[in-house]
């Protein structure tokens, strides 16, 4: 017992576990899982469930998996070289290669802020009744203010209650309706392909694995100065950057697995189907009470914002990376790649017509241009050149050229159906 007091008094003890270390790389991962609980997703989740009930559920299942061995492999490649995707792809393959595919990058994160920028707009619109294109200017003017004015800390904090609060609004309806959860959980692991899915299945996917979060990623992975030289550190942070990564993702398929969900347990039991996000606040109301309709409203304006950041940070990201620079707001090129970005997408919103629409095809453009980034990434991370000792083993390259040949079929499908 004397022994036990004595060794208790000791100051020198090993640190095997390091459970607090964690905190300390929690960040990047919900930085990008906000790409994938955008106002997109909500379209295309409302419109999955709305439509074809729990049997698309599958579909989240299998992109969060594949989203989480892309979004490993490209922190991977930013914490190893000290470079960005955008950064490498510019460094280590020729221009004829690396510039088309960049281009069509930039004009993804195009895509992408136009469905985040709508979203934040609607959202106004339903707690406000502020018109849509005032709702888009109002979001695409704080979300700037917010980029040219904070750091990446305060950003990572401010989306990480952004996140927060979208999932506990989720949790709250989902506890105001009933599941049928066996119908659920086959769902989940039964891949199926109702007739007319194709259009929402490639929404799915293409809103879930979004390619300029895997730029997004490999850039922020550097804001928390990671990439190290000592063999000892990069395995360290490594082994953190996956549980962030893996808590991250298992956080997005939750809560784009719950917005299937609460459609598939109030709309598709009803023969409703979802054709725009205000008609699901309204048809909410009745169904659940007042309360959970605001509650939806107020979760989708967290996510049309903290996710339109998210997107004109990767923007800046790529254009930058098209220059051999990392993303720094000071930087002209940085700044230019945002601008692009936001500013494109607010002047196209003047021209839709239908915004739900306008949602489900800027998510089928992403997974369109998915595969080209999936591949340039593969191929650097696969490089011994590029990666040194930290190269993809055979096993995880034949896994990633695997998951971009399933997205190249689901592609193919799509255009033949």
């Not at 069509?104 to 339903?126: C, K, P």
């Not at 550097?222 to 395995?235: C, G, L, P, T, V």
Request: proline share 3%; glycine share 8%.
């Amino acid at each position: 017992m004397r022994n036990i007091f004595k060794d208790l008094k000791r100051r020198d003890h090993k640190r095997y576990l390091g459970g607090l270390d964690v905190f300390k790389y929690i960040g990047p991962g919900l930085l990008v899982t906000v790409g994938f609980i955008d106002p997109g997703n909500w379209a295309s989740n409302f419109a999955a469930g709305s439509e074809f009930g729990y049997s698309l559920l599958w579909v989240v299942t299998l992109s969060t998996i594949m989203l989480i061995v892309l979004q490993h492999n490209v922190a991977h490649l930013g914490i190893v070289t000290g470079l960005c995707l955008s950064e490498a792809a510019t460094k280590y393959t020729p221009s004829w290669v690396s510039r088309p595919i960049l281009g069509t990058a930039v004009l993804a994160s195009i895509s992408t802020s136009l469905a985040e920028i709508l979203g934040g707009a609607i959202a106004l619109q339903m707690l406000f009744g502020i018109p849509i294109v005032w709702g888009s200017i109002l979001t695409t003017v704080f979300v700037v203010v917010m980029l040219f004015t904070n750091s990446y800390k305060k950003i990572e904090r401010s989306i990480i209650a952004f996140v927060s609060v979208i999932g506990l609004s989720f949790i709250y309806e989902l506890f105001l309706v009933k599941i049928d959860w066996p119908l659920a959980i086959q769902g989940w692991v039964t891949p199926s392909f109702p007739h007319g899915s194709m259009l929402i299945i490639m929404s799915v996917l293409g809103a879930v694995v979004m390619p300029h979060n895997l730029f997004l990623h490999s850039e922020v992975i550097q804001s928390h100065e990671y990439n190290k030289k000592d063999d000892a550190s990069i395995r360290k942070v490594l082994k953190y950057e996956l549980f962030d990564t893996l808590f991250s993702m298992i956080v997005g398929w939750a809560i784009n697995s719950a917005m299937i969900l609460l459609a598939a347990a109030t709309f598709f039991k009803s023969g409703i189907q979802v054709e725009e996000l205000q008609q699901a606040k309204s048809l909410l109301e009745p169904l659940l009470g007042s309360g959970a309709a605001v509650v939806f409203a107020l979760a989708l304006l967290m996510a049309g914002v903290s996710s339109t950041i998210t997107s004109g940070m990767a923007a800046g990201s790529i254009f930058a990376g098209i220059f051999g620079e990392s993303y720094h707001i000071k930087d002209s090129h940085s700044q230019v790649g945002v601008i692009l970005s936001l500013g494109i997408a607010l002047l196209l919103i003047f021209f839709i017509g239908n915004p739900f629409k306008g949602l489900l095809i800027s998510q089928m453009i992403l997974s369109i241009q998915l595969p080209f980034t999936v591949f340039l990434q593969v191929g650097l991370t696969s490089s011994r050149k590029v990666m040194g000792q930290y190269v993809n083993s055979k096993w995880s390259t034949f896994v990633l050229y695997a998951i971009a040949a399933v997205v190249t079929v689901l592609n193919i499908m799509l255009l033949v159906s």
